[in-house]
Every structure is written in C-alpha cells, then in structure tokens.
C-alpha cells in the first residue's frame, strides 16, 4: 500500500523531472534560435543581426517560467526539510534500503564517479577552461564558465551552511563526511558545469542538430552523479532534488543576461 509520504515524495520527484525537462528545451531552444549567422562563428561573439526581438521575449518568458517553477519547489523540498516533513520519512527509507543493498563492485565504481566529480576537482578543471577561453578571447564564454560554475560552488556552500542539515548516519557506513548534506555541492557543481559546457560545445558547431545527444549525455552524467552520491550514503533525495533546482536557478539567472545580450 502506498503511504502518504510517497505519494507526496512521488509528486514533488515528479515536479522536479518535469522542471527539468522545461530546462532542457529551454537551453535547446536558446541554443539553436541564436545560432550566429556566419556558421563558423562563436555563439559567444556578438552579431546585431542574430537576435529576433520576438524569440528573445518568448524564451526570456520562458525562462521565467523555469525560474518561478523551481524556486517555488525549492522552497517546498526546503520546507520539509526544516520541519521534518513527509519528504523527510522517505529520504530515511531510500537511504536505508540502498545501503542495506551495496554491493562491493557498484560501491567501487560509484566511488571512481564521485571523486571525479568532487567540486575541488570540478572548480579547478573549470578555471583551466576559463584560461583556454581567455587566451582564444572567447570573453562571453570565459564570462560563463567564471559565473555559472564558481558563482554556483559559492553559492551553494552557503545554502549548506544556512540549513546546516546532517548527512545520513549509519553503523557502517561507506563514506563518513563531517560537513552539511543540504543541498548536495557534487550534484549542484555537475549540472552546471556540464551545462555550459554542453552550451559552449554545441555552439561551437555549424550543425547545431548535435544539441540532441549533447545535451542528453549531459543530463546523465548528471543523474550518475547524484545517484552515486545518494548510494553512497552521504545525501539524501531531497538534497539531490534541491541541489538540481538550485543548479537550475543559478543557470537561468546567470545565462539569461550572458546570452541575450543584445546590442543597441
């Protein structure tokens, strides 16, 4: 029998999916519309000629829309967090059955994932892409990977230390982490590092058609990584589901003004 925790959990993955989603079509749709006219040309470089004012206000609503929607739901999950709600019994069920289900060979490979994906490793490998856009003086794109993934890194640490939320506990545990769970920085400094880095591969090719299995590939390595960290006992699924709103946000709000900047 399904009780009223998952329900309620179920609803809110659900949101969370469809947000997603939302975000997808959004940089899809940002990506192809304002595609430079001279094909060889970086998305980042500006041309009066590319922007339609029709398609900026359309996807600029659009936008909009995601922004509103995951922030609503990020304070939702938040809400439960605080108070210990109904979000809260199934992240205790989910981290439990996981562990009590490891398997040696997963928690290995699931580990490998994790650690690459740590944000001291991510922040390090994003400003040596900064350097390589500075020196091609590609500035728009340096701009971005500057903004979106160290912005997102800051920014996430001081959600953690405004909720101050614990990780999971266990007698055994795989990993034991001293610092705060909520919302989780792995999965936060994923989505938006391989976010622009999707945007900036896909602009960089004529056909911009390749945006169907870029931005795809990007989206599960992603999932990987929140999955490994949920696995290995140091999140809960709230922490992942705030950790991607909280991706989506910043990536709106700070993508939104760098690419649709328009010239007078």
């Known amino acids: 029998m399904v009780t009223a925790p998952w329900i309620i959990a179920g ?14 079509v959004w940089m899809w749709r940002m990506i192809t519309l304002y595609q430079p006219v001279i094909s060889n040309t970086p998305l980042f470089t500006h041309s009066k000629e590319r922007y339609s004012s029709r398609d900026y ?8 829309i995601v922004l509103a929607s995951a922030g609503l739901l990020f304070a939702l999950i938040a809400e439960n967090v605080v108070n210990g709600g109904a979000l809260t019994i199934v992240d205790q069920e989910i ?15 699931l580990l490998v994932i994790t650690q690459l994906h740590d944000p001291w490793v991510l922040s390090p490998v994003a400003g040596l892409i900064t350097v390589y856009y500075i020196w091609k003086k590609r500035w728009y794109a340096a701009l971005s990977v500057l903004l979106v993934v160290q912005g997102a890194m800051l920014l996430n640490l001081l959600a953690k230390h405004s909720f101050q939320r614990a990780r ?29 880095l999707a945007a900036l591969l896909i602009s960089q090719k004529p056909r911009h058609h390749r945006a169907i299995y870029i931005l795809p590939i990007a989206f599960v390595m992603v999932i990987l990584v929140a999955f490994s960290r949920m696995y290995l006992g140091v999140h809960y699924l ?14 709106v709000l700070c993508l939104t003004p760098l690419w649709f900047k328009r010239l007078k």
């Open 238 to 251: 709230s922490d992942l589901l705030a950790a991607f709103l909280e991706a989506m946000i910043w990536l």
């Open 168 to 196: 999971p506990t266990f007698d055994d545990p795989l990993i034991t982490l001293a610092t705060y769970s909520f919302p989780s920085g792995h999965v936060v400094a994923s989505t938006v590092f391989y976010g622009t």
């Open 11 to 24: 609803s809110i993955f659900l949101a969370v999916a469809g947000i997603s989603i939302l975000m997808l």
């Open 95 to 109: 981290a439990q059955w996981l562990h009590a289900h490891s398997t040696t060979m997963l928690t290995q490979c």
């Open 57 to 64: 206000q359309r996807l600029r609503r659009f936008g909009l």
